[in-house]
């Protein structure tokens, strides 16, 4: 019976954990789910990110896009992230694997960022938060820098190209 109520204590505990994980960010802007492998392979190549670039992830979650941007294509790369367990593990990763030289992670709420100085930015969020990111990429972004999001579009926008398959949206700015 003790072992019962353990497990039942054991599991509930568990749920609590996920849901925290997953939804506790929902308010600020999205909830917790990483772009997958095949989909950041799309966002890397249609952005053409390279070493010249300065790459802000706005969400960087634990890091899918963060430390792929750095390590295969040599750019300096901004994480935000307002959750904390996941700017533990962005730090923690950081830390193991960097290249710490390359990579900066920042707690804090994106939409209080200033990314002028980003050539990139990939976003993986969800529609309200495109919406509020629009004035703010139209007032920040410099001409020629790109705007690469998965899942939702920049609302308004017209993107330069579009992957239906992995649903990566490129803008590059006039
Ligand atoms: C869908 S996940 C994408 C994570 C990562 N960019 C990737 O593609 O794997 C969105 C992330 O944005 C973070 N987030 C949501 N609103 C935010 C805000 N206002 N400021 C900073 N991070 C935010 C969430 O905590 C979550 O980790």
Redesign the pocket.
Known sequence: MSFLILLAVAATAFVIVVVYFVF????????????PRR??DT?LSRADVGPADVVF??????????FRAARERGARVV?????PV?VAVLRLRRWLGGPAERVTIRW??????DFREATVV?????PA?MERLRPTFEAQLRSGSRVVS??HPVPGWTPTSFDPETRVYLYRRP
């Open positions: 506790a960010s929902f308010a600020f802007g999205a909830g917790y789910q990483p772009a989909v950041v966002m992830d706005l969400g960087a979650g634990t890091g899918a896009i963060v994480g935000v992230e307002v959750e996941r804090g709420n994106l939409f209080a960022l990939a976003v993986f969020l969800w938060a998965h899942w």
